[in-house]
C-alpha cells in the first residue's frame, strides 16, 4: 500500500513534464511563425498548472498522512518545499512576468516527485510532536519558509544567469521577455522579506516548543544549527539591502548561501541519515 501511494508521485512528475514540453512547443512555434515573443501564460494554461499542482498535492497528502500516521523523510520534505514554491511561482506570474522562471521550476517539480519513487524510506512523526499545537505552527511556518526561500533561490539564479547574458549583450528566447532586473530584485527582496518572518516564526516555535518538551530552550542538533545560520544569513542580508543598498552579486551569493544552509537544516540532513547511513 506504502509504495502505491510513493508511485502516486510518479504521475504528476509525468503532468510536470508534458506541461514543460507543452510550453516549449508551443512558444517555440509561435515566435518561429511570428517572430515575435509570447509572454504571460494564458488562462487556460494557468488551469493546467493547477491540476498539475493539484495532482503533486494528492500525492503528498497520500504519502505524509499514510494511515493514522503522519510520515516524513528527506524526499517528502523536499517534494513539498518544490511543491510550495511552484504554489508561490503560480500566484507571482498573476502579477509579473516570469515566463524565465518556468523553465527552472517544472523541472524542479520533476526532480521533486521522481526522488520520493526512489527513495521512499520515510519515518512517523512522534504522536507527541504531531498532537501539539506549538509543533505544528513551527512545521508549517518551517515549510513554508522554505518554500518561499527556495523560489527566491531559483529567481536569484535566474537574475544571474540574466545579468551575465546582458553582459554579453544577448538575451536567449527564455529570457528576453522578463521584466527590468530592477524589478526582479525588488520581487526577490520581497520574498526574502516573507521567508524571514517565516523562518522567525519556525524559529520561535521550535524555541518553545523544545523549552516545554525538553526544559531547554536550543537543542544543539543539525536542524536548528543550520535553521539557524540561515536566518541570519537572510537577517544580515535583508539589514544590508536597508542600510548599504546591497543589491547585484552581493545580494543573489547571500541569497543562495542562506538557501543552501536551510536546506541543510531538514532535507539534508535527513538525506545523510536515511540514504547515506541508513538509520
Known amino acids: 500500500m506504502w509504495s502505491i501511494l510513493l508511485h502516486l508521485h510518479l504521475i504528476p512528475a509525468a503532468l510536470y513534464v508534458c506541461l514543460g514540453l507543452y510550453f516549449w512547443r508551443t512558444r517555440s512555434a509561435r515566435c518561429a511563425a511570428s517572430g515575435k515573443l509570447i509572454s504571460d501564460m494564458a488562462r487556460f494554461e494557468r488551469v493546467l498548472l493547477v491540476i498539475t499542482l493539484l495532482s503533486h498535492g494528492f500525492a503528498l497528502q497520500a504519502a505524509i498522512f499514510s494511515g493514522s500516521e503522519m510520515r516524513f523523510g528527506f524526499s517528502i520534505a523536499f517534494s513539498l518545499i518544490v511543491w510550495l514554491a511552484i504554489c508561490f511561482y503560480w500566484m ?20 521533486a516527485c521522481v526522488l520520493v519513487a526512489l527513495f521512499p524510506d520515510t519515518h512517523p512523526l512522534p504522536h507527541e510532536n504531531v498532537a501539539s499545537p506549538i509543533f505544528r505552527l513551527h512545521l508549517i511556518s518551517f515549510m513554508l519558509a522554505c518554500g518561499l526561500v527556495t523560489l527566491a533561490a531559483l529567481h536569484a539564479m535566474l537574475m544571474a544567469i540574466a ?84 543589491r547585484g552579486r552581493v545580494a543573489l551569493r547571500w541569497t543562495l548561501a542562506g538557501f543552501v544552509t536551510l536546506m541543510l537544516a531538514y532535507v539534508g540532513s535527513r538525506f545523510v541519515i536515511e540514504v547515506l547511513l541508513h538509520r
Open 163 to 246: 545579468t551575465k547574458q546582458l553582459q554579453h549583450g544577448r538575451f536567449t528566447r527564455a529570457l528576453a521577455n522578463l521584466p527590468p532586473l530592477l524589478t526582479m530584485e525588488a520581487l526577490l527582496f520581497r520574498l526574502i522579506g516573507v521567508a524571514f518572518a517565516l523562518l522567525t516564526l519556525a524559529l520561535l516555535a521550535g524555541i518553545m516548543y523544545t523549552e516545554t518538551r525538553f526544559d531547554k530552550a536550543f537543542r544543539f542538533d543539525h536542524k536548528s544549527v543550520f535553521a539557524t545560520i540561515s536566518w541570519l544569513l537572510f537577517g544580515i542580508l535583508l539589514i544590508g539591502r536597508h542600510f548599504r543598498g546591497w
Open 92 to 111: 507571482e506570474t498573476l502579477y509579473n512576468r516570469l515566463d524565465g522562471l518556468r523553465a527552472i521550476v517544472l523541472p524542479a517539480g520533476v526532480l
